[in-house]
Nanobody
Framework: VQLQAFGGGLVQAGGSLRLFCAAS????????MAWFRQASGNEREFVAG???????TYADSMKGRFTISRDNAKNAVYLQIDNLKPEDTAVYYCAAGHIPRNWLYVDQHRYAYWGQGTLVTVSS
């Protein structure tokens, strides 16, 4: 499956963004989806996941301001980020894989497909 992430940009602190990941090539419904992010100089970290069955899971530090959703009819997964903070500045990646348990969403090795990333920059 090919993934492309869109929606990044420059936003002032306190603003909102909705990132969009488009999937093509294989049956989107067969994959669990996730968003990761990587800030400059940091390791890539898990943000949120959306399972094939519709369940969602979030990194503890991301709960409250981040909302993941998916639209299987449109082969898309979204990440709504509210009340953006400068520390949210990062490249955001979408990923697809088969994740058998919620606590395994953080394991980047379980994802077979990755998008190219979209840069979110939050100014203070």
């Amino acid at each position: 499956v090919q993934l492309q992430a869109f929606g990044g940009g420059l936003v002032q602190a306190g603003g909102s963004l909705r990132l969009f990941c488009a999937a093509s090539g294989r049956t989107f419904n067969n994959y669990d989806m996730a968003w990761f992010r990587q800030a400059s100089g940091n390791e890539r970290e898990f943000v949120a996941g959306a399972s094939r069955s519709g369940g969602t899971t979030y990194a503890d530090s991301m709960k409250g301001r981040f909302t993941i959703s998916r639209d299987n009819a449109k082969n898309a997964v979204y990440l709504q980020i509210d009340n953006l903070k400068p520390e949210d500045t990062a490249v955001y990646y979408c990923a697809a894989g088969h994740i058998p348990r919620n606590w395994l969403y953080v394991d980047q090795h379980r994802y077979a497909y990755w998008g190219q990333g979209t840069l979110v920059t939050v100014s203070s």
